[in-house]
């Protein structure tokens, strides 16, 4: 197999929005983002305040990464075979049902620990059903030479929803109250149904016909693997986002109480605030300037020294006990994540065959996604043992080692 590397010629700045149905796209994606976190604010708050369960907050966590392991292969087949758009318009439905249902259970005063799971490993499905198949969409909504930006913006919108998210969901809260807030949290999924309903972008529109089957067998498994395995960016950048997915992922998150205890901010004020919203305003900061800059083309060794900064700037974190340089490196640590992420799945998606799209963008999302069911271990779990500043180092540092042998790798090839 032809394994050169695909790569896109220099774009103008913001060029996916310079497409019709990319600001379409980018619109109705950014509101179910927003709706999929207020949702956690919401269902989060209640459960807590029902159960008081720790063990029931980090089923949460579990619920929602174990699915994109558990599916995202066999859901990436399916979009090789179906019209992405209604996949993605069953996963908007799925997230709708469940606001409902948890407005429904908050209404009557019914809910139970069971309910709580069921509605958690729903949400979760919903979401394996909505990324790997919007990141197949993409291709039918922007040439391959503007698909870093859109690919760019996506992770963009994706911590404007991680933001504001949070900041309407506490406005539900205290304006409407938690029940009334989840059901017209419902409705914010319906732009993006709506949308993809008229959008005209399909397998038929792109003139590509469907493949013998949309289930997979061991066969189709070992032969995507097989043909992954023989192309180095493929492989590479894969290997790369499953190791930042494994090791670290963002189980530093649920730890910062824990680390702003440290740095001198036990309490739930400002000071913590700033520390929690640092990595995501790094990263809306990377999506704005390289977007309007035009920066960083993608290149798989670039990808992976930008991991390495995202690293150096965890461990440096990690290590710090001064509270504004901790906050200057989370803020570096949201720059490189997106910067990184976004350029690793861009590559993954220039490079994968038309064939097997689908299912290579299925492993991409197991890997890059699934793989963060066991970073709580790596950083959590690890971090109750030997303290949670080592274990964010030890992760960081192994995932330097790693990146450090896909570079060395990539030379000699």
Not at 154 to 175: H, V
Not at 201 to 216: D, I
Request: one cysteine or more; a positive charge.
């Amino acid at each position: 197999m032809n394994n050169a590397t695909t790569t896109a010629p220099p774009r103008r700045s913001f060029a996916a929005l310079r497409h019709p149905g990319y600001r379409g796209f980018f619109l109705s994606f950014a509101g179910a983002m927003m709706a999929d976190s207020v949702e956690h604010v919401i269902s989060y708050w209640m459960m807590f305040e029902k159960f008081q369960s720790n063990a029931l907050g980090a089923f949460a966590v579990v619920s929602h990464w174990l699915p994109f392991l558990l599916l995202s292969l066999p859901v990436g087949a399916l979009t090789d075979h179906f019209d992405p758009r209604r996949l993605i318009q069953i996963g908007m439905v799925i997230f709708m049902g469940v606001s409902l249902a948890w407005g429904a259970l908050f209404l009557t005063d019914t809910l139970e620990v069971w309910h709580a799971m069921v509605l958690l490993t729903l949400h979760g499905i919903a979401g394996v059903l909505w990324t790997p198949t919007a990141q197949v969409l993409l291709h039918h909504v922007v040439p391959a030479e503007d698909l870093q930006s859109a690919v760019r913006l996506n992770a963009t919108s994706r911590q404007l929803g991680l933001l504001g998210g949070p900041a309407i969901g506490g406005a539900l809260l205290m304006l409407l109250g938690p029940t009334h807030g989840i059901l017209l949290n419902a409705f914010f999924y319906l732009p993006t149904i709506v949308w993809l309903w008229k959008a005209p972008y399909s397998r038929a529109a792109a003139g590509q016909g469907p493949p013998r089957r949309a289930l997979l067998s061991l066969s189709d498994v070992t032969s995507t693997l097989r043909r992954i395995g023989s192309h180095k960016t493929l492989l590479s950048m894969i290997l790369l986002s499953g190791g930042a997915s494994f090791f670290i992922g963002n189980a530093y998150l649920p730890q910062m109480p824990d680390f702003a205890r440290s740095l001198g901010h036990a309490d739930a004020d400002l000071s913590y605030s700033v520390l929690l919203g640092a990595d995501a305003v790094g990263a809306l900061t990377a999506g704005f300037i390289l977007e309007s800059r035009g920066w960083l083309a993608p290149n798989p060794r670039t990808a992976m020294i930008l991991a390495m900064l995202w690293c150096a700037a965890l461990a440096g974190f990690a290590m710090s006990s001064v509270y504004s340089l901790a906050v200057l490196l989370l803020f570096i640590a949201g720059f490189m994540d997106l910067s990184f992420n976004s350029m690793a799945q861009t590559l993954v998606q220039l490079n994968a065959p038309a064939d097997i799209r689908g299912r290579v963008l299925g492993v991409f999302s197991m890997m890059a996604l699934g793989l963060r069911t066991f970073s709580g271990v790596t950083v959590g779990l690890m971090g109750a043992a030997i303290g949670i500043h080592t274990s964010l180092t030890f992760s960081a540092l192994a995932l330097i080692a790693l990146s450090a042998l896909l570079l060395v790798r990539s030379s000699k090839a």
